[in-house]
C-alpha cells in the first residue's frame, strides 16, 4: 500500500492573500518538490477542460496543471512534466480525478440545454483517459454525478430512472474504454451526489468493472458507517481518499447547489485529517487486512493554508497511519 | 465634496469569494490561529473597503454565477454592500469573446447581454470590457478582424445603452486587440456608445504612455483602472505567451500606486486640466496581500495624488 498526494487540498476557488501566486507555475514548481520533501512519491491531479465556466477559464490558462493544454503550454510537453517531477522525487501521477459537477458548471455557464450535459461528461471522462496515459497514470477517479441540487435545478424529472439509467450508460462505456488502455477506473463518493449512501453500492453493481474510490470525510457526512463499507467494498477499493471531518450536515447542505460551502449552520465542512471525527486508521487498516498494494490518496482538503496543511498532512500519515498500523 | 470618488475591482481577494458572511468565526480561527478567516467572507472584505475610504466596488464576471447563488439575486448583493457602506456598485469585468468573428455575431452577444442583465441588477452603470479574446492562439487580428471586433462593441454598446449602462473597452498587455492593435480599433469606435477604461498598468505593459494616451483620448475615457507596473513596454515574447497573465516564475505584472513606472502625478495634473469627476476605480489584482496594497494605494492617492487634484 502506497500513498499519495491529492493536488486538490490547493484551493484555487478560495478568498485569501496570494492566491494569485497559486495560478502559476512558478508556486507548483515549488510545491511539487514539497510533496516530495514529506515523503509522498505519487500525486493525484485534478482535471478539467472546460473554458465557458468563468472559474474554469481563470484556473485553466495558468500553471495549474489540470488540463492536456495546461501541460503542453506551462510545462512543454507531458513528458517534460514527468521529467520534472521525476528530478524533484515524484515517481508518478497515480491518477486523476474528473468531477461530474464540472460538465454541469459547463452546460450552465454556456446556457446549454440540460441533455447536453451527458455528452459533456462522456466527453470529460474520455479526454481525461488520454490525458491519464500521457501522463502514465493507472487510475482515473470519477466522481459521478453533479450536486443534487443542481440535479434539481436542471432535470426536475425522476433522478433515479433516466438520469441514472443514462449515467449507467456513459460510465460502463468509460470503463470499458480504460480497461482498454489499462487504467482502473473508481467512482468516488460524495455526501451531495446522487449516489450518496448505499446507492453507490447499486451504480457499482451496474456499472461492470468500476472500483469504488471511498472519500471518507464525504462517507461520513452522508452518515455512512466509513469502515463497515470500506470492509463490504474492500475487494473492489481502489485509491481511497483520506480526508477527514467533523462537519455535521444539519441544515440539509447536501440537497443544495454548493453543498461544501454552507450559508447556515456550521461552515467548515473539511478539515486536516486528525482532525476530525472520521476513524481514518480503521479504513487503512481494512485495506492492509486485505493486502491492499494500491494507492491511498490523501487530501487536506480545503485547508487554509497549503504549506502548513501539507507539513501536517506528511507528518500524520507518517505517525497516526503508517506506524500505527498492525 | 470632491470631484473623484473611488471605486475597488474586488478580484484582488480570490476567483470566488466564498462565504457572503462566516456564521461562527471561532469555527476557523480556532485551532489556525492565522489571518486566513479574514478573508473567507464577503461581509469582512466589504468592511475593509469601506474602512480604507472605497465607496464603490467593481465584480468580475466569473463571480456572477456565485452571486445569483448566495444572494439569491443581485440586488440582494448590493442590498447587502450597500447597508455596510458601499454607496455603488460601479460595475462590472467582461470578456468579448469571439467579437471579431461577424459568424459569431449572435452567440457571442448572448453571455454578454447576461453580464448587462447582471450589472443593471447590481445598480451598475458601467462593464469593463476586454474588446476580444486573447493573443495566443487568435492573434494577430487582420483589419477585417479588428473593424468585426468594433462594430461588434458598438452594438453591444447599444443595447447597454437601453439599460442606462456604457461598456467600457479595457485593453489587457495578452489580449488581441494589443499593441499594434489598438489605436486602429479605437479608430472604428462609436464613442457615443461606448467608452474607455484606462487601465493604466495594462496600457503602459502595452507601451504606451499613459499621460499622452489620456491626453489623446480623454474624452473617450470614462473610467480608470488605477494600478501600477514595473513591466512598462514590455516585450512581445513576455506579452503574447500563453498564459502570459500568469508569469511561471511567479513574478506580479500589477502593483499597488506609486510602487512602479506609471507617472500618476502627470496623469493627475491632466485629469484636473479636464476637470475629471465621477467614480475611479483601481484594481491591483495580483497582490499577495490585497488589505495592505488596497491601504498603500490610498496613501498614495491621500498624499500625493490629492494636493494635485481630488
Redesign the interface.
Same mark, same amino acid.
Given at each position: 500500500m502506497k500513498f499519495g498526494c491529492s493536488l486538490e487540498m490547493v484551493n484555487?476557488?478560495?478568498?485569501?492573500?496570494? /492566491? $494569485?501566486?497559486k495560478?502559476?507555475?512558478? /508556486?507548483w514548481v515549488e510545491f511539487f518538490k514539497y510533496v516530495s520533501a514529506v515523503g509522498f512519491k505519487g500525486i493525484e491531479l485534478p482535471f478539467n477542460p472546460y473554458n465557458s465556466d468563468?472559474?474554469a /477559464? @481563470?484556473?485553466g490558462?495558468?500553471?495549474i496543471p489540470c488540463n492536456a493544454v !495546461?501541460v503542453r503550454?506551462?510545462y512543454g510537453s507531458p513528458e517534460e512534466f514527468l521529467a520534472m517531477l521525476k528530478e524533484f522525487g515524484i515517481e508518478e501521477v497515480t491518477s486523476v480525478h474528473v468531477n461530474a459537477n464540472d460538465a454541469m458548471?459547463e452546460v450552465? !455557464?454556456a !446556457?446549454r440545454a440540460a441533455e447536453d450535459y451527458y455528452e459533456l461528461f462522456r466527453d470529460m471522462c474520455l479526454q481525461a483517459i488520454d490525458h491519464l496515459i500521457s501522463l502514465q497514470g493507472k487510475g482515473l477517479v470519477i466522481s459521478p454525478t453533479p450536486e443534487i441540487g443542481w440535479l434539481e435545478a436542471m432535470f426536475k424529472g425522476d433522478l433515479d430512472q433516466k438520469f441514472t439509467d443514462k449515467t449507467v450508460e456513459i460510465l460502463s462505456e468509460v470503463v470499458e474504454e480504460a480497461e482498454k488502455k489499462g487504467i482502473q477506473v473508481a467512482l468516488k463518493t460524495e455526501y451531495w451526489s446522487l449516489f450518496r449512501g448505499n446507492k453507490m453500492a447499486k451504480l457499482l453493481e451496474r456499472v461492470r468493472g468500476s472500483y469504488l474510490c471511498p472519500d471518507l470525510a464525504h462517507m461520513q457526512i452522508a452518515g455512512d458507517p466509513t469502515t463497515v463499507v470500506v470492509n463490504a467494498h474492500k475487494h473492489q477499493v481502489a485509491y481511497m481518499r483520506l480526508s477527514d471531518t467533523a462537519f455535521q450536515d444539519s441544515f440539509n447542505n447536501w440537497k443544495k $447547489?454548493?453543498a461544501e $460551502?454552507p450559508? @447556515?449552520?456550521?461552515?467548515?465542512v473539511f478539515c486536516d485529517l486528525g @482532525?476530525g471525527t472520521v476513524d481514518l486508521l480503521s479504513a487503512v487498516q481494512v485495506l492492509k487486512d486485505n493486502n491492499y498494494d494500491g494507492w491511498v490518496i490523501c487530501e487536506q482538503k480545503k485547508t487554509?493554508?497549503v504549506y502548513r496543511g501539507l507539513l501536517k498532512l506528511g507528518w500524520f500519515v507518517q505517525h497516526k497511519i503508517v506506524e500505527k498500523l498492525r | 465634496m470632491g470631484n473623484l470618488k473611488y471605486s475597488y475591482q474586488t478580484n484582488?481577494?480570490? =476567483?470566488?469569494?466564498?462565504?457572503?458572511q =462566516?456564521?461562527?468565526w471561532d469555527?476557523?480561527y480556532k485551532? &489556525?490561529f492565522?489571518?486566513?478567516?479574514y478573508? =473567507?467572507d464577503w461581509d469582512q472584505?466589504i468592511k475593509y473597503h469601506i474602512g480604507a475610504g472605497f465607496t464603490g466596488i467593481e465584480l *468580475?464576471?466569473?463571480m456572477?454565477?456565485?452571486i445569483r447563488?448566495?444572494f439569491g439575486e443581485a440586488k440582494k448583493f448590493t442590498e447587502f454592500v450597500k447597508k455596510r457602506g458601499i454607496e455603488e456598485v460601479t460595475g462590472t469585468f467582461a470578456i468579448a469573446f469571439n467579437s471579431q468573428d461577424k459568424s459569431k455575431f449572435n452567440e457571442a452577444l448572448?453571455?454578454l447581454d447576461?453580464i448587462a442583465d447582471f450589472t443593471k441588477e447590481l445598480g451598475g452603470h458601467r462593464i469593463n470590457i476586454m474588446p476580444c479574446g486573447?493573443y495566443y492562439g487568435l492573434g494577430p487580428l487582420d483589419k477585417e478582424q479588428i473593424q468585426n471586433a468594433a462594430h461588434f462593441m458598438n452594438e453591444f454598446g447599444k443595447r447597454c445603452a437601453e439599460k442606462d449602462i456604457i461598456p467600457c473597452v479595457h485593453t489587457e498587455f495578452w489580449g488581441s486587440i494589443n499593441k499594434d492593435e489598438l489605436e486602429r480599433y479605437i479608430e472604428h469606435i462609436d464613442q457615443k456608445y461606448v467608452g474607455f477604461c484606462l487601465d493604466t498598468a495594462q496600457v503602459s505593459i502595452l507601451g504606451f504612455d499613459v499621460v499622452k494616451f489620456y491626453d489623446t483620448y480623454h474624452d473617450f475615457v470614462k473610467y480608470f483602472h488605477l494600478k501600477d507596473t514595473t513591466f512598462p513596454n514590455s516585450p512581445d515574447e513576455l506579452r503574447l505567451c500563453?498564459?502570459a497573465?500568469?508569469? &511561471?516564475?511567479? &513574478?506580479?505584472w500589477f502593483w499597488e500606486l506609486g510602487s512602479g513606472a506609471v507617472d500618476f502625478v502627470g496623469l493627475w495634473k491632466l485629469l484636473k486640466k479636464y476637470e475629471y469627476k465621477g467614480w475611479i476605480g483601481l484594481e491591483t489584482?495580483?497582490?499577495? &496581500?490585497? *488589505?495592505a496594497t488596497m491601504l498603500l494605494s490610498k496613501y498614495y492617492i491621500n498624499h500625493v495624488l490629492h494636493p494635485i487634484y481630488e
Open positions: 484555487m476557488l478560495t478568498s485569501g492573500p496570494n /492566491f $494569485i501566486y495560478q502559476s507555475k512558478g /508556486f468563468p472559474m /477559464f @481563470e484556473t490558462r495558468c500553471g !495546461a503550454s506551462k458548471l450552465v !455557464a !446556457a $447547489i454548493n $460551502i450559508v @447556515e449552520g456550521p461552515q467548515k @482532525e487554509l493554508d | 484582488m481577494w480570490g =476567483l470566488k469569494v466564498q462565504y457572503p =462566516l456564521t461562527n469555527e476557523w485551532g &489556525d492565522s489571518n486566513a478567516v478573508y =473567507l472584505i *468580475m464576471f466569473h456572477e454565477p456565485y447563488q448566495f448572448q453571455p447576461a486573447g500563453a498564459g497573465e500568469f508569469q &511561471d516564475n511567479g &513574478d506580479r489584482d495580483g497582490t499577495p &496581500d490585497p *488589505m
